[in-house]
């Protein structure tokens, strides 16, 4: 008497591995498609990050720091942690360095679908008046310098905006939906 072992046979492995590649088929375009809301949760999050260690550097050495937003017509918007330091020239001017770090990027740069629309303190639109160039500062007690970033994503036809507003206390951006004034 031959005792049976319980096993799959060829057609049911078969069976089972077209199922799977068809679900494969239909769900994976749609896991790796991102939409505009992820991608502005992403981006917040970066910001977020390197304001983090901006302030953590100004509280830790007692500096002021900066970001510094770059809106670039022909390349990639960028933001760079920058550190203040005295002109070795004239002692009553100040100066900004890009801060180099072994352990973190402090230079972030978008995707260039998504663009920099403004940068404004308070009603002023810093962009336009610093030739695509707008700061916002960090000082050694923490606190940071009250802004709020537009920006704009375009794919195609398609275009969506975001704001996203810094709170100063918590050194925090906070995301608002449009990019309106």
Request: a neutral charge; one cysteine or more.
């Amino acid at each position: 008497m031959k005792v049976r072992q319980a096993a799959f046979t060829l057609i049911e492995i078969m069976v089972v591995l077209v199922l799977i590649a068809a679900l494969a088929t239909m769900l994976l375009p749609r896991l790796t498609r991102r939409s505009p809301s992820v991608e502005w949760h992403t981006i917040l999050d970066d910001l977020n990050t390197l304001v983090f260690f901006a302030r953590q550097e100004a509280i830790a050495n007692h500096k002021i720091y900066r970001l510094a937003f770059k809106s670039q017509p022909n390349a990639a918007d960028t933001i760079t942690i920058e550190e203040e330091y005295d002109d070795p020239e004239k002692l009553e001017r100040k100066l900004y360095k890009t801060v180099s770090s072994y352990y973190f990027r402090t230079v972030y740069t978008y995707a260039p679908s998504i663009k920099l629309k403004g940068v404004y303190l308070g009603k002023q639109e810093m962009l336009d008046e610093q030739r695509g160039q707008a700061f916002c500062y960090v000082i050694p007690d923490g606190l940071v310098q009250e802004v709020r970033v537009q920006m704009i994503r375009k794919i195609g036809p398609d275009e969506s905006g975001i704001t996203y507003t810094m709170n100063p206390f918590f050194g925090r951006f906070e995301l608002v939906e449009g990019a309106g004034r």
